[in-house]
């Protein structure tokens, strides 16, 4: 089985000189995926343990496993998954994954380390490339998020995420209109991409367009934006600027 990712598409696929494994694992392998796809993931979970369990040496079982704790939240346990899958293949995809993961339980140390390897390795890798402008960015490393962040949209000008981290790195350079360009790139690649959202409230925070920057934090919550910090500062811009009854219930 061979995984294939491009930014923001994940794909498995049969081909040639890809890992062989038994037909019983590449079932199972085959259901994973499609229940991942579907969103129940608890079932592709015990799917690809199933074709694991076929074929203890099916990587890709243990690389889709991770993805999908990524997505449940489960940092910890994907670093855990995606060490074992580095230190018996260093596959970019992996690493590139690994670095996000280390950034999300806080590690911005290693999260560079692990995505710097991963481009030196791919360099037309434009997650991994977007994902270390956003671990550089937290490092304090402003220009390199940029170098970073520009790489990203050279490989794939259709990625969305890499513009909402390009206006976010912008914004920190304190060039507000640059960064709402960005943010608007973002929103006619993905409409509902929350992010860029509460982007553009930053943004038109910076510039006192309180009205503006209201209007987007608002869009932000109800775009279904997850992270807790940002909406925690959302929802008490809110409050404090005498709209609290926009805060979606």
């Given at each position: 089985?061979?995984?294939?990712?491009?930014?923001?598409?994940?794909?498995?696929?049969?081909?040639?000189?890809?890992?062989?494994?038994?037909?019983?694992?590449?079932?199972?392998?085959?259901?994973?995926?499609?229940?991942?796809?579907?969103?129940?993931?608890?079932?592709?979970?015990?799917?690809?343990?199933?074709?694991?369990?076929?074929?203890?040496?099916?990587?890709?079982?243990?690389?889709?496993?991770?993805?999908i704790l990524i997505l449940q939240g489960d940092y910890e346990g994907a670093i855990e998954r995606y060490q074992k899958i580095v230190a018996r293949r260093p596959s970019t995809e992996s690493k590139v994954s690994l670095g996000l993961a280390y950034l999300r339980v806080g590690d911005v140390d290693m999260a560079v380390k692990t995505l710097s390897s991963a481009v030196?390795?791919?360099?037309?890798?434009?997650?991994?490339?977007?994902?270390?402008?956003?671990?550089?960015?937290?490092?304090?490393?402003?220009?390199?998020?940029?170098?970073?962040?520009?790489?990203?949209?050279?490989?794939?000008?259709?990625?969305?995420?890499?513009?909402?981290?390009?206006?976010?790195?912008?914004?920190?350079?304190?060039?507000?209109?640059?960064?709402?360009?960005?943010?608007?790139?973002?929103?006619?690649?993905?409409?509902?991409m929350a992010d860029a959202y509460f982007g553009l409230g930053e943004a038109y925070s910076y510039v006192d367009d309180e009205q503006a920057a209201g209007d987007n934090y608002v869009k932000y919550l109800r775009h279904g934006g997850a992270d807790p910090t940002r909406r925690s500062a959302a929802v008490k811009w809110l409050w404090d600027h005498g709209r609290g009854a926009e805060v979606p219930k």
């Open positions: 089985m061979r995984r294939l990712i491009a930014c923001g598409i994940i794909a498995a696929a049969a081909a040639a000189g890809a890992t062989e494994t038994t037909p019983e694992a590449a079932a199972f392998f085959e259901d994973g995926v499609a229940k991942t796809n579907a969103g129940k993931y608890e079932e592709a979970i015990a799917a690809f343990e199933k074709s694991l369990g076929a074929d203890p040496n099916l990587v890709e079982a243990h690389e889709w496993i991770a993805h030196a390795a791919d360099p037309g890798n434009c997650k991994g490339w977007n994902n270390l402008s956003l671990a550089y960015l937290r490092q304090g490393e402003v220009v390199r998020a940029a170098e970073a962040a520009d790489k990203a949209i050279a490989l794939d000008a259709g990625y969305a995420p890499a513009y909402v981290n390009l206006g976010n790195v912008q914004l920190r350079q304190g060039e507000a209109e640059a960064a709402m360009a960005s943010f608007r790139k973002a929103l006619t690649l993905e409409a509902d």
